[in-house]
Structure formats: C-alpha cells, structure tokens
C-alpha cells in the first residue's frame, strides 16, 4: 500500500508529525491539524481501506507543498451508536489545539485531492474546499454546500463554537455549521475551482450512520444553539491515544445522550447494552 514512500519519508515521520526542513513561508497558521471522523463498521474494513488510499495520496502532497501537518483520526467508541460527525470534528479541534496547531481541516476519509497545487493552509476566512468531487461532475452539489473538507483557523471555529454536538446519524451538521458561519458574518469562501478537485472513494451507506430524521428540525434552529451547543458544551471520554506512523488514532466515546428523542434504528443485539449508559 505505502510503496511510494521512501525511508526518508518514514523517518520523517517518527512522531507521526511532518516538519518541513526548509523555513516556511507562510508566517501564520502553518501548522495544520487534519481531522478525520472515524468509524470502521464494515466486516470488509472499507472505511480503513479508504483511510489508507487518503494517507497514501494525501501526505505526500502535503510534504511537496512544505507543510506542517498531523493526521488526527477521530474513532467513534464505546456503545455502538449513531455516528456523530459534527461531534467527532469537535472533539479532533479540542485535542489538536491542545496540541498546539492553529489551522484545522475537518476532512472526509473518502476524499483524495487531486492536485498539488490545492495547498492546505488556512486563510482569515473559513474555507470550503471540496466543491468540486468527481462524483458531482465538479460541481457544488447545491449553492451553500460547506460539507466534506472545510478549513478554520482556531479563532474563527472559536467564534462559531464549533459544530453543534446534536446530530446523531447522517445529515445536517454541516448545513447547521453554514448558518453559524453567516450568523458570525462569513461567507463561503472556495479555493479556485482549476485546483480544488477531489475524488471521492465510492461507497455504499454505513451502519449506524443512517439519515437523522430530526435534521431538518435541528436545522430550524441552528442560529438560536450557536451559543449554547458545540465547543462550549462539549463532552467525551478518551478511550485510547495511538501514535501510529502516519496518522494519531484517538478513540472516543462521544457521551450519546441517554434522554435521547427517538434515534436511528440500532440493530437489536447492540441495544441490549442500551441501560448501562448512563455516563453521557
Ligand atoms: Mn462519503
């Protein structure tokens, strides 16, 4: 799978962080934090498959455009509940900053870039970058799109208190983070659509990431949560940090909560473990 790494490119990466040897020119935000949300429910391990064909195509880009970066994989743990992609984000910013980066992409596993060119740094603004995917014959699927690949400095994902922790299940969240982005007084903003293209690694829909059918209603209220439901509320328990290689894998339990309305279908033999938590 790795065969077009070189040793040097492994010894560069003892620390699972790339340092650039040369000085780099951007003055600010140049240490980039890319966090993937993270789930592997499939008995063929696809999700992981995708991850590393991501890893394969994506790091060497990023050691050609001089960039500091670490991969932060985000697991969902604990009881096996609707995927949170919003709530996995946020957690992937906390422990990232904490780690001291200041530019955060929050990046699909299934989307590989195309073009060197497409250079992953952050901007005053907050960016969109994956407008432009094979799938859609590079074009935005709809006007205010802002899914897949967005890039924040750390004080403006701050302004927006990150995404809202409240979607469980597929849809939404990123919808959600456009409103609070206008709320703030942003517009989306793209990188230049000859650059920007993306493949995306085609897959079926995974269990557990069924379509939330109360998105549309969180959505209706998404400018009144701003204040209240994301970075400043957020809570989740650490189960495993591992430094791999190329990438740091931290597994987490997102605190599902247990007074939940009525969420995606479970399949039965997970539900069983429903009545022991009570943790979130
Ligand atoms: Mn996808």
Redesign the pocket.
């Known amino acids: 799978m790795f065969q077009n790494f070189t040793t040097e490119y492994f010894s560069k990466f003892i620390s699972s962080s790339y340092f650039p040897k040369q000085k780099c020119l951007v003055p600010k935000n140049k240490h980039v934090a890319i966090i993937i949300p993270f789930r592997d429910p499939t008995s063929t391990q696809d999700r992981t498959k995708h991850l590393k064909w991501l890893l394969l195509y994506t790091i060497p880009a990023l050691i050609r455009q001089n960039i500091h970066f670490r991969f932060y994989v985000i697991n969902q743990g604990g009881h096996f509940r609707p995927f949170n992609r919003g709530k996995l984000l946020n957690i992937g910013f906390q422990e990232a900053a904490n780690d001291g980066f200041d530019c955060f992409f929050f990046h699909?596993v299934?989307l590989v870039l195309e073009d060197d060119r497409n250079l992953y740094l952050c901007s005053r603004y907050p960016r969109h970058y994956a407008a432009h995917i094979d799938k859609w014959n590079y074009k935005p699927l709809y006007n205010n799109v802002f899914g897949g690949i967005v890039s924040f400095t750390k004080e403006t994902f701050l302004k927006l208190n990150g995404y809202s922790n409240q979607y469980w299940g597929w849809g939404g969240e990123d919808d959600d983070l456009h409103v609070r982005l206008r709320e703030v007084g942003y517009t989306i903003i793209r990188p230049y659509d000859e650059t920007s293209k993306y493949k995306?690694i085609s897959?079926g829909s995974d269990k557990g990431n069924e379509q939330n059918p109360r998105r549309h209603t969180l959505l209706g209220t998404a400018s009144k949560r701003l204040g209240s439901d994301g970075l400043s509320d957020l809570t989740y328990k650490v189960l495993s940090k591992d430094f791999n290689t190329f990438y740091l894998n931290i597994t987490v339990d997102p605190h599902y909560p247990i007074t939940n309305f009525s969420p995606p279908k479970i399949p039965a033999d997970e539900e069983k473990q429903n009545e022991t938590e009570a943790d979130a």
């Open positions: 699909d299934d995306m897959h």
